[in-house]
């Protein structure tokens, strides 16, 4: 089965050119001048993309991004291109950088997706980038649950496939891979035979790209919900109905190590959707598992999953406004010894990074006041603009406002089904941090 993962298209819709810093080099191409006003390339190229002067320097490094304002529009106007159209990249000078996706609609106007000249997108040319991807996920799972594709991570920009077993959840979050959608279906059928494909166009980044929001089966038949197992641990995920694509495979190494810590323990899981923290702790001998979401779908559905793994007598959902639940339990006297925090993206622009900070401080601050003596926070983020140190300084200013400090005992990070492009900042976006508070 594949799902569609938040946390790239929270990220990439969001990036701009002022978060980002030029690398200082170029890649070999071939090189010759591109005439005023014209649109022949020295290759013969009739329609390109060419850059402005030296911007072409982190596209040299393996960035696989153009920005709107780094296109010289006297030479390639970028609304002659029509969303999602295959064309070679150019420098100023005439050289030839990549072939690309183009959309004038997005900030991200254009996506490289290969560096052979003149090569289109085709279902041999997504196959074998499939293939690349399902080697990595064979290797390292024994199970089909997992991320397939991670957009640039997997060098298929903007497409995002979650497994679970025989079903796929696919997202194509730009224009140039909407655009082949048949090919990416036609690719999945050849190399996974799956039973049924779900289509879970709805992120907010297609928005940005000028795309319509779409859900529905494109493949086969697809069930409302299907059993994965994570962490040998068993649950139900809604395909059609459930959160993003349906499960968050990111944390799923982060919520293994989380057991270490649980071991008798009373537990709080704050913003819990599946209750994939709250089992984790639960499968390690913790004594009681308190769960908060927002959404009453949410809380029902872990009360299934505590009870398909027999866990029901030691969980207690609560729904409502998890900081509401908090100042709650503070109020009312509760305490625990492990708090986890995992809530959406608070900084989803770099304009929004102060009162995002906020946020996570206040939760953070809050949480450390329900914690016994000794006691874990676990603090997660998947906001690419909020630095691992600045939320290990939120963490320590909750604790501090509730007279203890902080020992860092673990970091976490994405799973290895949600690969870091080594030249794309922007695909590594999730943190999580284990504290222990002490006076």
Not at 62 to 85: M, Q
Request: hydrophobic share 40%; proline share 4%; glycine share 8%.
């Amino acid at each position: 089965m594949l799902a569609w993962a938040v946390p790239l298209n929270r990220i990439w819709s969001t990036m701009s050119s002022s978060d980002m810093k030029a690398p200082p080099n170029g890649p070999a191409g071939q090189v010759g001048e591109v005439s005023p006003g014209t649109q022949t390339a020295p290759g013969g190229d009739q329609r390109m993309l060419v850059l402005k002067k030296n911007e072409e320097r982190r596209l040299a490094a393996g960035h696989l991004w153009v920005y709107s304002n780094e296109v010289d529009k006297s030479k390639s106007p970028l609304k002659t291109f029509a969303a999602g159209e295959q064309v070679p990249v150019y420098s100023n000078r005439g050289k030839f950088i990549a072939m690309a996706c183009v959309n004038s609609h997005s900030l991200i106007c254009a996506r490289v997706y290969s560096y052979r000249r003149s090569e289109l997108i085709s279902v041999d040319l997504i196959k074998s980038r499939l293939a690349t991807a399902l080697a990595l996920r064979d290797q390292c799972f024994d199970k089909p649950f997992y991320r397939l594709v991670h957009g640039e991570g997997d060098w298929l920009p903007g497409l995002v496939i979650d497994r679970y077993g025989d079903y796929l959840v696919v997202q194509t979050n730009t224009a140039g891979m909407d655009r082949e959608l048949q090919a990416v279906v036609a690719a999945l059928v050849e190399l996974l035979s799956p039973v049924g494909i779900y289509l879970r166009n709805t992120s907010a980044s297609r928005e940005l790209e000028g795309l319509e929001s779409v859900a529905e089966t494109i493949h086969g038949e697809v069930p409302e919900r299907v059993e994965i197992l994570e962490n040998d641990i068993r649950y139900q995920i809604p395909l059609t109905g459930g959160q993003k694509t349906g499960w968050f495979y990111d944390h799923r190494d982060n919520r293994r190590t989380l057991q270490r810590f649980c071991s008798g323990k009373r537990v709080l899981d704050a913003y819990s959707y599946l209750g994939g923290w709250g089992m984790n702790a639960l499968a390690a001998g913790a004594s009681h598992v308190t769960a908060i979401d927002s959404s009453a779908a949410a809380i029902e559905g872990a009360q299934i999953n505590a009870a398909l793994n027999g866990f029901d007598d030691r969980w207690h959902g609560v729904r409502g406004d998890v900081v509401d639940q908090l100042r709650h339990l503070h109020q009312t006297s509760e305490r625990f010894d492990v708090v986890i925090l995992d809530p959406p993206a608070f900084i989803k622009r770099a304009k929004d990074k102060k009162a995002g900070i906020e946020k996570y401080r206040s939760i953070n601050t809050l949480a450390a006041a329900l914690l016994n003596p000794g006691g874990i926070l676990v603090s997660g983020s998947c906001s690419y603009h909020l630095t691992e140190d600045e939320l290990q300084r939120v963490m320590l200013h909750g604790c501090q406002k509730s007279g203890r400090t902080l020992q860092i005992l673990a970091r976490g990070h994405q799973a290895v089904d949600h690969p870091v492009h080594a030249a794309i900042a922007e695909t590594e976006y999730l943190k999580a941090l284990f504290a222990r508070l002490i006076k």
